[in-house]
């Protein structure tokens, strides 16, 4: 009987993994998917508008093809590169399918600061803008301009995928108004009305979001079926609608808050009304959706007291609040919609 041998290659694989992530995050930064969406270039072509040294073009580039991320044709001075079918629909920054905004801003901001999660871990602290100056994460974000852009377009491409696919598997037909709680850039707003013309959707954020959701939903020809509303969730009222949604808003936040905004929700809806929250749900066990684990190690490094959460502990919350019952709606890898029923 053959016995199974220990290996290290799992080991060495996720110890090595920044690797392989800073290669592509690089290659997102520099915008090398977009300049192959015109079509399929040489190495040199690549080396010219990006304005590589030729060291180590190659070892770049085959990098890319052997991580799936590109096609390559020849080899090395003869070789022709082109996007794969993938990233040539999600990393094109000309493409309304584009998810590199979360790549971006992991690129310029998360990085470094992962860094630092050991210290995280000894302390309970974030290791992130807060660490140096002292001002919490969103007051940071939102009161500067770039940063606020650049976080907006970061939400875009984590959630587009999910958005459109909660957009798809979601009943509407029973609804007609939605309100999007912390609503960003409008996105989830625009993907509903485009498959469910009928609704009627409103964008909930800070003030300061507005001019930017507002450029999206315009360059959408969302504007009549899209309200943009400005107010500060913690302090102003939900407004009223059938359909409540939250997305990547409640791992911001401790327990007591969290509880706080699904209370709000819950006083907002009708009676058959919806709260959908689309966030990477962990499995009860904890054992499975190691994203949605990661994601809340990531809230320690950015937030006071955020984390992720299961499903068993959305049910509890919403219970709490008085919701009858509830569902989980698997969307797009990790992600899922918990919804909850009034």
Not at 227 to 244: A, K, N, W, Y
Request: proline share 4%; with cysteine; glycine share 8%.
């Amino acid at each position: 009987m053959e016995t199974l041998q220990a290996t290290p290659a799992a080991i060495l694989q996720v110890g090595m993994g920044f690797w392989a992530s800073k290669t592509l995050l690089t290659a997102v930064n520099m915008e090398v998917f977009t300049f192959l969406s015109e079509g399929e270039k040489s190495g040199l072509e690549i080396q010219h508008k990006l304005g590589l040294h030729s060291r180590s073009l190659y070892d770049f580039l085959d990098t890319l093809v052997a991580l799936g991320f590109l096609n390559r044709s020849g080899i090395k001075e003869s070789a022709v590169y082109e996007n794969t079918v993938e990233t040539d629909l999600f990393l094109d920054k000309n493409k309304p399918s584009y998810i590199g905004g979360i790549l971006e801003m992991t690129n310029n901001r998360l990085y470094p600061f992962w860094n630092d999660l050991e210290i995280g871990l000894k302390t309970g602290l974030p290791q992130n803008e807060t660490k140096h100056n002292g001002q919490p994460l969103f007051e940071v974000i939102y009161n500067d301009p770039h940063k606020l852009r650049e976080f907006i377009q970061a939400m875009a491409g984590v959630q587009t995928g999910n958005f459109m696919a909660f957009s798809e598997k979601f009943d509407f037909s029973e609804y007609t108004t939605l309100c999007d709680i912390g609503g960003c850039g409008g996105h989830l707003s625009a993907h509903v009305v485009l498959k469910n013309p009928h609704m009627k959707c409103s964008s909930f954020d800070l003030p300061q979001v507005e001019p930017i959701a507002k450029e999206v939903i315009t360059k959408m020809n969302l504007n009549t079926n899209i309200t943009l509303i400005s107010g500060d969730f913690f302090t102003d009222d939900f407004p009223q609608s059938d359909i409540i949604t939250m997305g990547n808003v409640l791992h911001d936040w401790g327990e007591e808050d969290k509880i706080k905004l699904i209370n709000k929700a819950y006083k907002a809806l009708p009676s058959g009304g919806a709260l959908v929250v689309i966030e990477n749900i962990i499995d009860d066990a904890r054992r499975e959706n190691a994203f949605g684990l990661l994601m809340s190690l990531n809230m320690l490094i950015e937030t006071e007291n955020g984390f992720d959460f299961t499903f068993e502990d959305f049910n509890k919350w919403t219970k709490q609040a008085g919701f009858t019952s509830t569902e989980l709606m698997p969307l797009t890898g990790a992600t899922s919609a918990a919804i909850a029923y009034k």
